[in-house]
């Protein structure tokens, strides 16, 4: 078997360890909030009704589990962790797709375009309290030790979740300052990565593992797993914005070329230089694009070498992130799977 | 001198404390955010020129300063508690200035208005992020006992913020449902405020008994003052959205009842019951009120009581407050500022 393979299995036991738990922590939104929260996570459609979605792949959940596991405690022990990542970064989807005027995720309304934007900001922040709320409720944390090491896990774990916030934000404040510049550079555009995708995905990798008390250095080298995972995910999904296929992304074609987003293939095709890159930058500053001038566009960033350059990008990130895993002494077993993980959510169809 | 003539003392010397450790959170804010929080907080104007403002009373920063010093610790054990919750206290007005299209606060565009919606979206979770990073520093926390102590101080704080945030937000949250209900009663309208005003309140209130070490039931009771106080506090605020001079308030006359918002002056006008309070929840239930009707209902809620009733449950809500506070141990002078500073905030002009 291809050892991505036995990733499905990994990410269902993690959901249906962490499934229970996030459950719970909606059910804590007030009866206002509840059902916008539950909409988003494809609970339930927009008049309620349940419709058995799930919400993603779960990726974020699993390695909170897996960095439990990697450091010799029960997965359970990671579940807060999980769930407060997957409260932060759904908060993070909504909030974003108010932020990008986006009204369609995952082939359905986003919750501004159904709600109004006042539900979307006030549901998003929600979540943000409720996963502060899950990561420091003491009873929710499991009794491995003392309550006192329990409350001290807790804390660590809250700093884990309020560092990556963050980070994240800043990411997103990044990405948006680069819509009214004509163009970035490829260091700059790695930075933003690194805040917007890779901060949560660090604190989703280490979280587990800060909660069973490990010490710093093993849950750093977690973190710089999940960093460098989420910039290869990040290179990918860059990838997926601009030549993913429609039906499987949920999004027009080119549709980051649209938003004229300064994504890592843009940014690596405008700093190679020659006519190629001036005729993108010209497009790129132009106020409207029409769909013939969208479709030059995707043209010249891969002649520029921009698809390749990030095709490299995610190749090397996942190097990366795989000898972050070795450096450290992980149990085996988990250590395997999160090197699973990283390479199933790198090699997607790109 | 009439005992609240000495509060703005008390507000002074809380703001010497605490501003530099504000000034130093908001430092840790990107580039991007930065301005667009200084703005916000009154320190620059919408050029980014220094404008010598310093954004409101600053009443929550001086509870959380007078709560470590209730329970004899230095005032400065409690700030960062105090610049947590100025932190929380602005990411709620910036996108409650969102939600509610508000586009003018304290006689300036709001942010959403100057910046866009999708920036003040942003610069409010930054606000909010950072309050938490901010009481989970271990380094920021004052050494008042071993770092395990300062540590666990922290992650009450935490959970003292996380808490009232949850809870501030449901309140909104269920401010914003009562937009769409023709009537609600006044328990509904007093558990909205208890959550939308109270909670950050309490959190301020005990914020810094939490930080110094102090038992559950002393910052148990020193919530209780707080959220009293913020029943009170809102109390009032109603009476000046209706009745308040716009010159003082920067917001037109009767501007809630523009908005129509069921404030507890309009709940207990409401439920009244007579031709006065049906001829109001007429007027309230109509698509588009005109400015003689806004004129007319501003009346109606006088002549059905609720203005009487709100000045009632001001008085009734600022004598729990310092009920609970007489219920506690505290440190004699501190506990007469507090009282103090409860009073100043509700004998206002109403």
Same mark, same amino acid.
Request: proline share 5%; hydrophobic share 45%.
């Given at each position: 078997m ?6 499905p299995?990994?990410?269902t ?6 499934a229970?738990a996030?459950?719970g ?6 009866p206002e ?8 996570l494809?609970?339930?459609?927009a008049k ?6 799930d ?13 439990a596991?990697?450091v ?9 962790g ?8 759904n /908060?993070?989807?909504i909030h ?6 986006d009204?369609e995720?995952?082939?359905?309304p986003?919750?501004w375009?159904l /709600? ?20 420091l #409720?003491?009873?929710?944390? &499991?009794g491995?030790g003392?309550p006192?090491?329990?409350r &001290?896990?807790?804390a660590?774990?809250a700093r884990?979740?309020?560092?990556a ?12 300052? /680069? %819509?009214?510049?004509p163009?970035v &550079?490829? @260091? ?7 805040g ?9 990798a280490?979280?587990?593992a800060?909660?069973?008390?490990a010490p #710093?250095?093993?849950a750093?080298?977690l #973190?710089?797993y999940?960093?460098e995972?989420?910039?290869a ?9 601009i ?5 499987a ?23 190679a230089?020659?006519?190629g890159?001036? %005729? ?10 029409d769909e013939?001038?969208i ?7 891969e ?5 390749s @350059?990030?095709?490299? %990008?995610?190749?090397r990130?996942l190097d990366?992130?795989l000898?972050?895993?070795e ?10 799977e ?5 390479? /199933?959510?790198v %090699?997607? #169809?790109?």
């Amino acid at each position: 078997m291809i050892p991505t393979q036995r990733v499905p299995e990994v990410l269902t036991r993690a959901r249906e360890l962490v499934a229970p738990a996030l459950r719970g922590a909606i059910e804590r939104l007030s009866p206002e909030l509840r059902p916008l929260a539950a909409y988003h996570l494809g609970w339930v459609d927009a008049k309620g009704v349940p419709s058995g979605g799930d919400g993603g792949k779960g990726v974020r959940q699993a390695l909170a589990v897996l960095s439990a596991e990697a450091v010799g405690a029960a997965g359970s022990v990671g579940t807060p962790g999980a769930v407060a990542v997957e409260l932060v970064h759904n /908060f993070s989807l909504i909030h974003d797709d108010v932020i990008d005027e986006d009204s369609e995720r995952r082939h359905r309304p986003t919750v501004w375009a159904l /709600f109004g934007i006042g539900r979307a900001v006030i549901v998003g922040d929600a979540l943000l309290a409720l996963a502060q709320q899950v990561v420091l #409720d003491p009873e929710a944390l &499991d009794g491995e030790g003392t309550p006192a090491k329990a409350r &001290d896990g807790g804390a660590r774990a809250a700093r884990c979740i309020a560092d990556a916030t963050a980070a994240m934000i800043a990411g997103q404040a990044l990405d948006m300052a /680069f %819509e009214s510049v004509p163009g970035v &550079d490829v @260091a700059g555009c790695l930075a933003m990565e690194a805040g917007k995708t890779g901060a949560l995905l660090g604190c989703a990798a280490s979280i587990g593992a800060v909660l069973a008390g490990a010490p #710093d250095s093993t849950a750093q080298a977690l #973190d710089t797993y999940g960093v460098e995972l989420g910039l290869a995910f990040q290179a990918v999904d860059d990838l997926l914005g601009i030549w993913g296929d429609p039906v499987a992304t949920g999004k027009p074609a080119w549709s980051d070329l649209r938003q004229r987003k300064k994504t890592l293939p843009v940014a690596a095709a405008l700093a190679a230089g020659g006519p190629g890159s001036e %005729e993108l930058a010209e497009m790129l500053a132009a106020a409207q694009l029409d769909e013939p001038q969208i479709a030059r566009a995707a043209q010249l960033v891969e002649q520029c070498g921009g698809r390749s @350059a990030a095709r490299e %990008e995610a190749g090397r990130r996942l190097d990366s992130a795989l000898a972050a895993l070795e450096r450290s002494d992980l149990v085996p077993s988990a250590a395997v799977e999160l090197a699973d993980v990283a390479r /199933f959510v790198v %090699e997607r #169809d790109y």
